[in-house]
C-alpha cells in the first residue's frame, strides 16, 4: 500500500522523518498485522533454506571436502553436483581417493596449490593427469626442477599438449627460445584448435625474433580459429617482424564496407595504436581500433 508524507516532514532531520513515517505505517498497517507478516517472512522466506539458482563451480565443493566439511549439509551452499569445469573431479579425487584420469584430462585446470592439496594430488600421481596437475603445482610454487620432472613424466605416460606446454614454459622461462619454440610447436600441432595455445606460442615465436615460423604455424591453424581477430592480430604482427609491411597494412586496414580487425578477446588497457603506428606511421589511429582510455596511452 503506497503511502505519501508531506515533504516537510520527511525532509527535516532523521529523527522527525523516521517518526512521521512510524505513524503513517502504523495508520497504513495495524501493528499486530505488521507482526503477524513479519512472522510469516522469517519463518517462510528468511530462514528458510536457499534453493540453487544455477550449478556451483566444482572448486568450493572440493575445497570443502579437503577441509573436513560435507557441502550437501550446508543450505547457505547447495552446491548440488557442480558444473562440468574439470574441479569435479578434484571432487571425485577428494571423496572417493580416485579419479578416472583420462576424463579428468579433458577438462584442463590449474589445480590448487596449497599445502593441504599436496597429499589428495598425490593419489593420482601414478597417472598421467595426476603427475600433470602435481607438475603445474610445482611451476605455479616456483618448485622448476619439480615441474620439469613431473611435466616429463606425464608426456611419458602419455603425450599431450598441455605437458608440451609446461615444457616450453620453462624452457622459455630458461632462455632456451629455441627449444621453447620447437616444444609450442608439437603443442599446437596435438591440440590445433586451441585458440589460447596458438596465440602464446606465435607470441613465443615472435619475441624469440622468428616471424617466418610464427607465419608458417599461423597457416596452419584450422579454419575454425584462422579466422578470429586475435589470430589475425597476430599476422600483422609477423607480418611486420617478417619485412612485409604491405601485407600487413592490408589486413590492418579496413576495406570500404568492413570495419577492419575485430578482436573480441582484447584486454583491458590492449590498445592497437603501436601496431598502427608501425605500419601507417604517424597516420591517425580509426576510430574502431582506438581503445585507449587516454589519447596519450599509445601502447
Known amino acids: 500500500m503506497p503511502i505519501e508524507a ?9 529523527p522527525d522523518a523516521l517518526a512521521e513515517i512510524g505513524k503513517m505505517v ?10 503477524e507478516w513479519h512472522r510469516w517472512w522469517r519463518g517462510e522466506v528468511a530462514d528458510a533454506a536457499p534453493q540453487q539458482m544455477a550449478a556451483g563451480s566444482g572448486a568450493g ?24 569445469d574439470g574441479f569435479r573431479h578434484l571432487v571425485a579425487l577428494a571423496r572417493m581417493g580416485e579419479v578416472d584420469q583420462d576424463a579428468a584430462g579433458a577438462d584442463v585446470l590449474v589445480p590448487p596449490i596449497t599445502d593441504r592439496w599436496g597429499p589428495v594430488l598425490d593419489r593420482a600421481a601414478d597417472g598421467w593427469w595426476g603427475q600433470l596437475m602435481i607438475a603445474i603445482r610445482s611451476h605455479a610454487r616456483g618448485d622448476l626442477e619439480a615441474a620439469r620432472l613431473g611435466y616429463l613424466h606425464s608426456d611419458q605416460l602419455m603425450t599431450t599438449p598441455w605437458a608440451a606446454r609446461g615444457l616450453a614454459l620453462l624452457a622459455a622461462g630458461l632462455g632456451d627460445h629455441v627449444e621453447a619454440a620447437d616444444i609450442y610447436a608439437r603443442a599446437v600441432a596435438q591440440a590445433p584448435t586451441c585458440l589460447p595455445l596458438l596465440v602464446e606460442a606465435t607470441d613465443h615465436l615472435l619475441t624469440a625474433g622468428r616471424a617466418a615460423a610464427c607465419l608458417r604455424m599461423l597457416d596452419a591453424a584450422p579454419e575454425q580459429i584462422a579466422g578470429h581477430g586475435r589470430v589475425i592480430l597476430q599476422r600483422v604482427r609477423a607480418l611486420l617482424a617478417d619485412g612485409q609491411a604491405d601485407a600487413a597494412r592490408a589486413l590492418l ?21 603501436a601496431l598502427w603506428r608501425a605500419a601507417f606511421g604517424h597516420r591517425p589511429l580509426p576510430y574502431h581500433y582506438d581503445f585507449r582510455m587516454r589519447p596519450d596511452l599509445d601502447r
Request: charged share 30%; no cysteine.
Open 6 to 14: 508531506a515533504p516537510g516532514a520527511v525532509h527535516g532531520s532523521w
Open 26 to 35: 502504523s495508520r497504513a498497517v495495524p501493528d499486530d498485522e505488521l507482526d
Open 61 to 84: 565443493k572440493a575445497e570443502l571436502l579437503i577441509r573436513g566439511e560435507d557441502p550437501d549439509t550446508m543450505p547457505g551452499t547447495p552446491f548440488g553436483w557442480p558444473l562440468s
Open 253 to 273: 586496414e579496413p576495406g570500404i564496407l568492413e570495419t577492419g580487425i575485430e578482436v573480441p578477446d582484447l584486454r583491458e588497457g590492449e590498445t592497437l595504436g
